[in-house]
């Protein structure tokens, strides 16, 4: 890890010869939302593959695409990415201390699942339960409006190398 920016950069190495329900078991979860499946996350990749990761937040209410597009434009010499779900996996896996500070957001994967209300979209969370001290890979709802960031931030990673 080291600094850049006034910001924290983490290396992760996000392996996709590991199938999803691997790359999840990796990150020791407490809990799990039943909707994280391959039917709705897919990891796209071969091989071996280390990114750079770190965190963005963004204070106020906007519109989820609004935070997309801040990430993709903060640094136009070497862009960053909304983290995908492979990528928030192994950020689990590798750094477990860090959800327990704030809710961890993966905008780069966003799953549309039928409940009751019809077909939703929702991304995937690293969160921390302090009623119970469990670390929880959890679902939140993609909202069609604006969206209050204030308790969590955004993962956002770039490719470093392959192998």
């Known amino acids: 890890m080291g600094k850049k920016e006034g910001q924290e950069v ?11 329900k ?8 407490d809990q799990k ?7 709705h996350f897919s990891p796209i990749g071969k ?10 937040h963004f ?3 906007t519109f989820p695409e609004n935070l997309v597009k801040r990430i ?28 327990r500070k704030f809710p961890i957001i993966g ?12 077909m939703d979209r929702y991304v995937p969370v690293l969160n921390y339960r302090k009623s119970n001290s469990k670390r929880a890979l959890e679902l939140s709802l993609w909202p069609e409006s604006w969206w209050d960031l204030t308790e969590g931030f955004l993962l956002a990673v770039r490719r470093v190398s392959a192998s």
């Open 33 to 39: 939302e039943d909707g994280i499946t391959v039917k």
């Open 10 to 20: 983490f290396r992760l190495n996000v392996d996709y010869r590991k199938s999803l």
């Open 47 to 56: 091989g071996i593959i280390e990114f750079e990761a770190r965190y963005f």
């Open 22 to 29: 691997q790359m999840v078991a990796a990150g020791c979860y």
């Open 107 to 118: 905008l780069g994967s966003v799953a549309e699942i039928v409940t009751v209300r019809g």
């Open 72 to 99: 993709e434009q903060a640094d136009k010499g070497n862009s960053w990415l909304p983290a995908k779900i492979e990528h928030l996996l192994q950020f689990g896996a590798a750094f477990p201390e860090e959800q």
């Open 59 to 61: 204070h106020g209410n």
